[in-house]
Every structure is written in C-alpha cells, then in structure tokens.
C-alpha cells in the first residue's frame, strides 16, 4: 500500500461565450485536448452554467486565436478552463436576464434577476414556468446579432489561504517468481479524493491511465543518458519500454467525492497525475513482501532482486 498527493493548481485563463438568436451557444478557449475528455466536460460546464441542452452547445478549443489559455500540464486544465468557462457562461447568463428584465415585450419584465431561473434553453420566473420565454428569442429582440461575454478567470483568492491537493491511497498485489524473478502485478486499486468528478466515466478512464502509467514506472520505463553528450539514448518505443495489455493487471478504481469550496470555481482538482502518484510505492512495497528486497532505484528489474 503508498499513499498519493498532488497539488491541484489553478492557472490564469480566459473563455468567450456567445448565445445566437437561434437559442445557440457557442464557447471557445485556446485550451487543448490531449485525450483527456477536455471537449466532453467543457460542454457539460458550460450547458449547466447557460441552463441549456448539451446539444444546444458547442465548445471549441486548439486554436491561438481563442481566449489564452494556460498549457495542459500539472494537472490544471480542468480547473483552469472549467472554471473561467463557468464563470464565463454565468455572465452571460446574468447578461441575457438583464435584457429581459428590462425589455418591456418580454412576460420576465420587472422581475428581479434573482428571482428568474434558466433551464432547458428557457428564462422563467421561479415558482411561476408558466411566465417564461425562450433564451433565443431575448436575443433576437435586443441584438442584432449574437450576445457575447468574454471573462478572464484569475486564482481563486482563498486558496492563497489553504493548501490544496488531491489524495490517494494505491494498493497492489503481485507475484514474483522465485528463480526467475519475474515480477508480475495481480491486481491495482487506487481510492482517490479529488474534489468534484466532472465527468465520472472519463475521470475514471484517467485514473486507471495513471495507475498504467505508474505500474510501468515502476517494472519496465527506464530513461538512459548518453554520458558523454547528456542525449538519451532510450528515446524511442524499441528502447522504452511501456505496459501492454498482457502486462496490466485488474485494475479497480475508487472515486471519493468532495466538496472543497475554496480550491477554485468548478469545484475540480486535478486527476491526471494522481492515478500515477503511489502506484510504484505501492508496487516496490508488495515486492518487498513477497521478497525482502527492498529496491528504491526504479525499475524494478530481475538482477535487482536476484543480486
């Protein structure tokens, strides 16, 4: 067993959100999508956020001509980009209920904007669905075009108060065999704290990535340096080596939800490492176990544990 943490961090980031007259939205933020479900729980985030179907909106990313946004790396993307798309939808929101409170024509006219609630594409009064109109058609009577509301999401002050990570708890079972020395991992199970699951089938897929990602940490990735030039000689999938399907075990994966009010607007922290972060410890220490062997250069190779 290990345990695992991992900074959840928060970078500067700005998004653009735009409702069209057809009841539409479109949000773009020069963010990246490297296999991680960016798309999926950028559109989730903002539909929520607007009170529109998911099929009414389009997100778009990858594109330097799109609101900055930082790098996807330490885990931050997430947190970065959610959020300044949240906070951005939220403001177009308030915006589209400003134009309807105080558009005569509209049935929402002279309410208070607190008392108005955006759900399926629709403005209505709370307690009252019945006085409501479309989002497109408040559009359509104050623009001539679409309503658009660009908004740079900074780091949440609090955190400057608190220290915010994610947690883990990575067990592993395996066999070694006893004159080889051949280490096989049986089974990985990692139980993970890490504050709201946007997306619960891609948070899952990337924890199990990471698990993969640490079991070959710990057997089979090694990088080798040219000592005379410092280049590496492992520098390509013939000479690195990196677990197949035959080489992954049953992995389990445990996701804890957590409500961490001051970690930033989305309420997210960072998964993409944490699944690697104690699946190594957790692998060294079950071979220690079965072996006595205690190996704290990784890999964990046959000649260490036959030496």
Request: with cysteine; aromatic share 6%.
């Amino acid at each position: 067993m290990a345990t695992a943490t991992y900074p959840a961090r928060e970078l500067p980031c700005t998004a653009l959100a735009r409702l069209n007259p057809d009841g539409s939205a479109l949000v773009l933020s020069g963010t990246q999508d490297i296999g991680t479900g960016t798309y999926t729980i950028m559109t989730q985030i903002a539909a929520d956020a607007l009170g529109l179907p998911i099929e009414r909106v389009h997100f778009d990313l990858g594109d330097t001509q799109y609101p900055e946004a930082p790098l996807s790396a330490g885990s931050s993307t997430a947190s970065s980009a959610g959020s300044a798309v949240r906070m951005t939808c939220l403001a177009l929101r308030d915006e589209l209920i400003r134009l309807a409170v105080a558009d005569v024509r509209s049935p929402l006219h002279g309410l208070h904007p607190g008392d108005i609630e955006a759900f399926g594409g629709t403005l209505a009064a709370r307690g009252d669905r019945k006085r409501s109109e479309s989002c497109g058609d408040v559009v359509k009577r104050n623009r001539r075009g679409p309503l658009e509301v660009r908004f740079s999401e900074k780091e949440k002050p609090s955190r400057r108060r608190y220290s915010c990570h994610s947690f883990g708890a990575q067990f592993a079972e395996v066999s070694v065999d006893e004159e080889l020395g051949i280490v096989r991992v049986r089974k990985l199970l990692g139980a993970f704290a890490a504050g709201r699951f946007l997306n619960r089938k891609t948070a899952r897929n990337q924890l199990m990535g990471g698990m993969v990602w640490g079991l070959g940490f710990a057997l089979e990735g090694r990088t080798v340096r040219d000592l005379r030039t410092g280049r590496l000689v492992t520098k390509d999938l013939a000479d690195y080596h990196l677990p197949s399907n035959l080489d992954c075990p049953e992995i389990e994966v445990i996701m804890i939800d957590e409500d961490d009010p001051y970690v930033n607007d989305v309420g997210a922290k960072g998964i993409g490492e944490i699944g690697n972060v104690g699946s190594a410890a957790a692998i060294a220490n079950a071979v220690y176990h079965a072996t006595g062997k205690r190996v704290r250069d990784l890999p964990i190779t046959l000649d260490k544990l036959m030496s």
